[in-house]
């Protein structure tokens, strides 16, 4: 999967770009850890009951220069790509919103309705 600058995830209401304002502090006062290569890795369970490792991932990856991202949600494996937004409960839907809108309000993504 490559870097984009602008991700949709299937069936879902918005489309996420990185913000003009992002900058490397932000991405770590976010959680996100830097990987050996310099990536920013932001992983994440979505799960209905927490802590009970029955759920699905959120794997963001910035790329070190801030000018391009890759996001998916897996299977807590993480081998297979899966459509939160028809197959999960709305409970799974309404956590990875919340994820995103804070990751909004931070300044490291824009929200555009589709």
């Known amino acids: 999967m490559a870097f984009v600058t602008e991700k949709q995830l299937d069936d879902c209401k918005y489309s996420y770009s990185l913000a003009p ?10 959680t996100f850890m830097q990987t050996k290569v310099g990536n920013f890795e932001f992983k994440r369970m979505l799960e ?12 963001i990856i910035v790329n070190p220069d801030l ?4 996001m ?7 081998l297979r ?15 990875f ?7 909004v309000d931070r300044g490291v993504f824009e929200e555009n309705a589709v």
């Open 81 to 95: 790509n899966v459509n939160i937004f028809k197959n999960a409960s709305d409970i799974i839907q309404q956590k």
């Open 67 to 70: 000018t391009g991202f890759k």
């Open 21 to 30: 304002t992002v900058k490397k502090f932000t991405l770590k006062d976010t």
């Open 48 to 59: 209905e009951v927490p802590n009970s490792g029955n759920g699905f991932l959120l794997n």
């Open 72 to 78: 998916s949600i897996t299977d807590k494996s993480g």
């Open 97 to 103: 919103y919340f994820q995103m809108d804070a990751l």
